[in-house]
């Protein structure tokens, strides 16, 4: 898939600003269930979305950008949004940074498939320069686990399974 630059800034603000909102939503959904240590996490993550697409569209400066509909984007699912495993009331902490690293982990592995298909070279610098922010968030996130206590149970363990019918 080969993008213009107009198209991939796009993108990339795309992703950030739905990224923000997933993590936006995520915080005061766990606030709402007094889950206050991860709500946190994900507030944080919501201002660091929040900053990548403001430098962004900073780096976009005055290139006019098409404004996308929702089905012509061309990704599966966005790459900084994870299924709905993070709608979990009881997650921890631990669990929202895998959950974001995750997330940020399909960011970098998209800007790094935009930079090797690229037809132009401006775009392949700036897709490796964006895939390359990405990993130092990941790294930052690895870091951040790395001081964050597991949990004592497994995410997946649950303790009232559902029943098969019959």
């Given amino acids: 898939m080969s993008y213009t630059l107009p198209e991939f800034l796009a993108h990339a603000l795309a992703l ?12 005061d959904m766990m606030e709402s269930y007094r889950n206050d240590a991860v709500s946190k996490v994900f507030r944080d993550m919501h201002g660091f979305s929040l900053l990548h ?14 404004e996308l509909r929702s089905w012509q984007y061309r990704w599966r699912t966005p790459p900084e949004t994870g299924g709905e495993e993070a709608f979990d009331n009881t997650l921890e902490p631990y669990h929202a940074l895998r ?15 935009v930079a090797a298909e690229a037809q132009n070279t401006d775009l392949a610098r700036l897709a490796s320069e964006f895939a390359d922010e990405e990993t130092e968030h990941v790294t930052a996130l ?22 098969p019918k019959g």
């Fill in 53 to 66: 697409h403001d430098e962004i569209r900073k780096r976009a400066g005055g290139i006019d950008l098409p």
């Fill in 16 to 27: 950030e600003k739905e990224a923000a909102e997933r993590y936006l939503e995520l915080a």
């Fill in 99 to 113: 959950y974001a690293r995750d997330n940020e982990l399909r960011a970098m592995r998209y800007y790094q498939s």
């Fill in 142 to 163: 690895d870091n951040w686990i790395a001081r964050t206590p597991r949990p004592s149970a497994t995410w997946e363990a649950d303790p009232d399974p559902p029943q």
